[in-house]
């Protein structure tokens, strides 16, 4: 039963109760009443119903008095209980005259959001509520605030209060704004004058925050990890694990942002720090990026201006010095111009041509100096392309990449060319995907500046088929769903580090078998190149693995199901060369779920086996993991490591969402 | 000759009433209506055999111990039994009650209206088919159509507290307090009226809720 249902079931005349009506006003259903004429009230009572005579509001209580009988009417009532709509409110105290009701120290549910509020105005006319001292909370973020208008379904706050953090006292953070304007369908804030208080503590936002449930359940910690390779050389700056805070706001335009961290905290490479400021401004038809600070110990600065000449076209100039995470250190003055425009064609095929040219004045630097320049002279280039797709056809989509550039060095006398040609053909009727592609790049890869814009000739086909779907399925819960594909690479030159010929040829079919909690999968991987096409750098295995995972188990405390999975997985790796035959590898392994009603852990721990089985020497511990989720009124982070043969990955996230579960 | 016979007969019995209006001054047992003072408007029979005594002139009755007084078109009653009139107006402690017909029980001290009644006291008005005062409890019970216009309601029965002048409505019953028409849940209920006193005004507060003294009260008419 709806809430209006069942309070309109409490509103009808029965054979203890009886009606009395206001005309244009209420009617009210009572089981006893008294009036006190010298006090000008009617006094109902013994569980008395209250609708407004058009039904807009019901008021449910004990008791309730109408008061200003031969002036002008209200109604009083302790602890009533008020549906307005969809939505139910409970108060301390309700007083109402034929325009307001005024409900004090209320509570108020709603479909989407539920709260309190010191008073609590509804205009019967209107339909707007006024609230003072209130907070709504839905089921990501709450909202509270000094004062409040909610008009159909927009809240207009003043000094507004943004948290994640439900069901708290003190919240330990929140965004504050002057103003913060509620849509409570589709359960965005967007807050004015932002302020991040943390604790005791205040930094300052950007004026304007748009908070939806639906950005807080894909937010992400503003937390990078990263591994640059060091090539070899565990000296080079900026290589191994480097973690860095992204996005950091900066002042109250919200322009500009800041990147803060370190690289090489992994022994044996070189920490360097990362102190990065991003601007972004865009004004009509102009936009100005800039990144300026230390990448990796070393001074990075990226100027990029570009103007828009005409809707088609646009402009650029751009100054480069230094070298972003991994990548080849230069320094570059440059100006160009851009063209892109859509041919217009009828029906569902595109066609977009886009054309450059560009002048530079470029040095290559090494990254331990970037004050030598290893090749040093201007740039100056050209090229053309367009792009055309058939758009969805019965037989398939079709889609064409070309590109034909040229590039001039003058100072070392030297031009390069390119031209591309990228089609591709993609076919999808339900199973089964079919794609096919082809790349080549012909070129002279004459560029002197390797690493910034050399060249390479490919000749490179993809082929690729799967199907998958479901199977079989029994009553509600149970089903078997499965897939099967196989995907080939074929380069006709050679490449880096991979010679010409068949690189890749891989085929694999799964199944999944669910039933209730528990989900059991089973699957094979073959590579097969190195057998179809054997060559020195080419492998051949087959990868069987077999899993069985559980939902909600083991449940340690009463009333706590753990969020993650208990699985257990069995990984066999099987060769096929001739040099490297037999069982490689058999990993056992194990996670299972520790859940609590504030903190959460996931260790995993698993063996390689094939020494016990192939030599009977003892198995090998392949993989160690732990993930730890704390739980918080104000949701849940994460933060968990992976140690899988040696190799270390580091994961962090936050779950807006999940809170302590509530015991019944 | 017959005129002369006449009179004198005529100034006997007159000389007898005045005897008997003397003699109704003293109330002999302390009971109400067991003292009453009869006024003829004219002639008075008497049956010698029955005791029954006819005023077809009407006249006025008057009990010392409730002050009740009975103007009637036609009076007739047994001394010591009961009293019967027609086309009355009573007055009393009760206000004032229009009836066509009233009958006093002496002994039971009950006196009992019916047709065409009605009441007017201070702060209400009652119309109704019957009433049956009870001297002794000082209650009066109204039946068969109830109406008041001041205040305004309509009841099944109206039981009327002569000495505090509250009004209990019983069973099915409606009554306009102000902006209000309450009325009685379906199967019926009672509704006390509480006569105040605000300012100049008389009027009565109405409760569902009866008091358990006013039931008490009533105990012996529910």
Not at chain 1, 11 to 27: M, R
């Amino acid at each position: 039963m709806t809430l209006a249902g069942w309070a309109a079931a409490q509103c009808t005349a029965g054979p203890d109760t009886s009606q009395v009506t206001i005309p244009d006003y209420l009617a009210v259903y009572y089981l006893h009443f008294t009036s006190l004429p010298d006090e000008d009230e009617v006094r109902f009572y013994g569980g008395v119903c209250v609708t407004a005579v058009g039904g807009e509001w019901t008021v449910i209580a004990d008791e309730v008095t109408v008061v200003g009988l031969s002036g002008e009417l209200g109604l009083r009532a302790a602890a009533p209980m008020l549906y307005w709509g969809d939505l139910r409110m409970q108060a301390a105290n309700l007083a109402a005259t034929t325009e307001t009701l005024v409900l004090q120290q209320a509570t108020i549910d709603g479909p989407d959001f539920s709260g309190d509020a010191t008073t609590m105005v509804l205009d019967l006319f209107t339909g707007a509520v006024v609230m003072t001292e209130f907070t709504l909370a839905g089921v990501a973020f709450a909202v509270s605030g000094e004062s409040a208008e909610l008009i159909g379904q927009t809240l207009s706050v003043t000094n507004a209060e943004v948290t994640t953090c439900i069901g708290v006292e003190q919240t330990p953070y929140a965004i504050q704004g002057v103003r913060a304007t509620v849509d409570l369908t589709a359960r965005s804030v967007e807050l004015q004058g932002g302020v991040l208080r943390l604790g005791a503590l205040r930094i300052g936002l950007r004026p304007r925050i748009e908070l939806t449930e639906e950005s807080l359940e894909r937010f992400t910690l503003p937390l990078q990890v990263s591994n640059v390779p060091d090539g070899g050389d565990p000296a080079r700056p900026g290589s191994g694990v480097g973690v860095r805070l992204v996005g950091l706001p900066l002042g109250d335009e919200g322009d500009a942002t800041l990147d803060i961290g370190a690289t090489g905290l992994d022994a044996p490479h070189t920490p360097g720090a990362v102190a990065l400021v991003r601007l972004a401004v865009r004004e009509s038809q102009q936009r100005v990026n800039a990144t300026f600070g230390v990448e990796g110990g070393l001074p990075l600065l990226d100027v990029r201006a570009e103007r828009e000449v005409t809707p088609w076209l646009d402009a650029t100039v751009s100054l480069y010095s230094g070298a972003a995470a991994g990548e080849t250190p230069y320094h570059e003055a440059r100006v160009g111009l851009n063209a892109e425009a859509d041919v217009p064609i009828p029906g569902p095929p595109s066609l977009t041509v886009t054309a450059e040219a560009f002048a530079a004045a470029t040095a290559l630097a090494s990254i331990y100096d970037l004050a030598t320049p290893l090749v040093f002279g201007p740039r100056l280039g050209a090229a053309a392309g367009f792009t055309a797709a058939t758009g969805r056809t019965a037989a398939g989509s079709f889609s064409v990449r070309t590109r034909a550039e040229a590039t001039y060095y003058p100072s070392q006398g030297a031009l390069q060319w390119a031209v591309r040609l990228n089609p591709t053909w993609r076919l999808d009727v339900a199973p089964l995907a079919l794609q096919l592609g082809y790349d080549t790049w012909l070129t002279n890869s004459a560029s002197p500046f390797e690493g910034l814009d050399r060249r390479r000739p490919l000749a490179r086909l993809t082929a690729s088929a799967r199907a998958a779907g479901q199977l079989a399925t029994w009553g509600e819960d149970r089903r078997v769903t499965g897939s099967a594909g196989v995907r080939a690479t074929h380069d006709g030159l050679p490449t880096s580090g991979n010679p010409a010929g068949l690189n890749a040829f891989v085929a694999d079919a799964g199944l999944t078998y669910e039933t209730g909690v528990w989900a059991f999968d089973a699957s094979a991987t073959a590579r097969l190149a190195g057998v179809l096409d054997p060559a020195p750098s080419r492998d051949a295995s087959v990868t069987y693995v077999l899993e069985a995972r559980r939902s909600g188990w083991p449940v340690l405390q009463e009333g706590v199901e753990p969020h993650e999975q208990f699985a257990v997985r069995a990984e066999a790796i099987q060769g096929l060369l001739a040099d490297d035959p037999g069982l490689r590898r058999l990993d056992l392994s194990v996670a299972v779920p520790l859940a609590f009603e504030n903190l959460e852990l996931r260790p995993s721990i698993g063996f390689d086996v094939a020494p016990l089985i192939e030599s009977g020497l003892p198995p090998i511990l392949s993989l160690h993991a732990l993930d730890v989720t704390v739980i918080t009124c104000c949701g849940s982070l994460t933060v968990g490591y992976t140690n899988k043969d040696g190799a270390v990955t580091a994961s962090f996230a936050i779950d807006l969402e999940r809170r302590p579960m509530k015991k019944e | 000759m017959l005129l002369r016979f006449l009179a004198s007969v005529t100034a006997l019995l007159l000389a007898w009433g005045v005897a008997q209006e003397a003699e109704g001054t003293q109330p002999p047992e302390g009971r109400p209506f067991a003292a009453l003072t009869i006024l003829s408007n004219g002639r008075q029979t008497i049956d010698l055999v029955t005791g029954l005594t006819t005023l077809p002139d009407g006249g006025r009755l008057m009990d010392a111990q409730t002050g009740v007084e009975v103007l009637a078109q036609v009076i007739r009653y047994v001394e010591g039994e009961y009293i019967e009139a027609t086309a009355v107006t009573v007055t009393g402690v009760f206000g004032e009650v229009t009836a066509e017909a009233l009958r006093i029980d002496v002994k039971t001290s009950l006196l009992t209206a019916t047709g065409e009644l009605r009441l007017a006291r201070d702060g209400l008005r009652v119309s109704a088919t019957s009433l049956r005062y009870d001297a002794v409890d000082q209650v009066a019970v109204f039946d068969g159509g109830v109406a008041g216009t001041e205040p305004t309601f309509s009841a099944d029965r109206v039981l009327l507290d002569i000495l505090t002048g509250d009004v209990l409505l019983d069973g099915r019953y409606e009554y306009a307090g102000g902006l209000f028409t309450m009325r009685s849940p379906e199967v019926g209920g009672r509704l006390q009226l509480t006569l105040q006193q605000v300012g100049e005004a008389v009027t009565y507060a109405a409760t569902t809720e009866v008091s358990p003294a006013l039931l008490e009260r009533f105990k012996a008419y529910l």
